[in-house]
């Protein structure tokens, strides 16, 4: 069986980082969660489900000195786990 997964995150809160890092977390959540559904699949809570209207993570921790592209991958498998683990 065969399934499209179309991910749509209207907003995106990120607290304590500099503009310029927001679009660079945000670019990296984007091609981590692509890469993620890619190679483990689309995990069966998801299956069957038209629409999640939202999702809170919480706070996601992450040092500070990260670069932006490592937060944003944080950001994408903490999402992912949150899935799997629903």
């Given at each position: 069986?065969?399934?499209?997964l179309e991910f749509n995150i209207e907003r995106l809160v990120l607290e304590g980082?500099?503009?310029h890092d927001r679009n660079r977390i945000?670019?990296?959540l984007q091609l981590e969660l692509t890469?993620?559904?890619r190679e483990k699949g689309i995990?069966?809570?998801?299956?069957g489900n038209s629409e999640i209207a939202r999702m809170n993570l919480g706070?996601?921790?992450?040092?500070?000195?990260?670069k932006p592209e490592?937060?944003?991958n944080k950001v994408a498998q903490t999402i992912y786990s949150s899935f799997k683990n629903g």
């Open positions: 069986m065969s399934y499209t980082f500099s503009p945000s670019n990296s890469r993620i559904f995990p069966d809570s998801l299956k706070k996601v921790k992450v040092p500070s000195h990260n490592l937060i944003g």
